[in-house]
């Protein structure tokens, strides 16, 4: 089983990425899809997260800039990031759960800076 992210870069500050997130012998859409992200000297914070019934949820720092979706007929998920900010300079994680079963990718760097 293997997640994995893509989609990272620098960017300007008021620009947009769209991570990606790919799932390799998991069948995403049965589990909760979580995008975390941790900024050197920081604890890793989660930012979005689809559930099953794709029913999402987003924090303070993410709501209204960043939409999680999926795409079950391609197994992957998605994080739409727009407006961003230096503050959102992280590596950014996929991780998704189902009951017990747990995994993660390895991340992909986001660097937002003029």
């Known amino acids: 089983v293997q997640l994995v992210e893509s989609g990272g870069g620098l960017v300007q500050p008021g620009e947009s990425l769209r991570l990606s997130c790919e799932g390799s012998?998991?069948?995403?859409?049965?589990?909760?899809v979580n995008w975390w992200r941790q900024a050197p000297g920081k604890e890793r914070e989660m930012v979005a997260q689809?559930?099953?019934?794709?029913?999402?949820r987003y924090s303070d720092s993410a709501e209204g800039r960043f939409t999680v979706s999926r795409d079950n007929a391609k197994n992957m998920v998605y994080l739409r990031m727009n407006n961003l900010k230096p503050e959102d300079t992280a590596v950014y994680y996929c991780?998704?759960?189902?009951?017990?079963?747990?995994?993660w990718g390895e991340g992909t760097q986001v660097t937002v800076s003029s």
């Open positions: 689809v559930a099953g019934r794709s029913t999402k």
């Open positions: 991780n998704a759960r189902w009951g017990l079963d747990e995994h």
């Open positions: 012998e998991i069948q995403l859409g049965i589990y909760t």
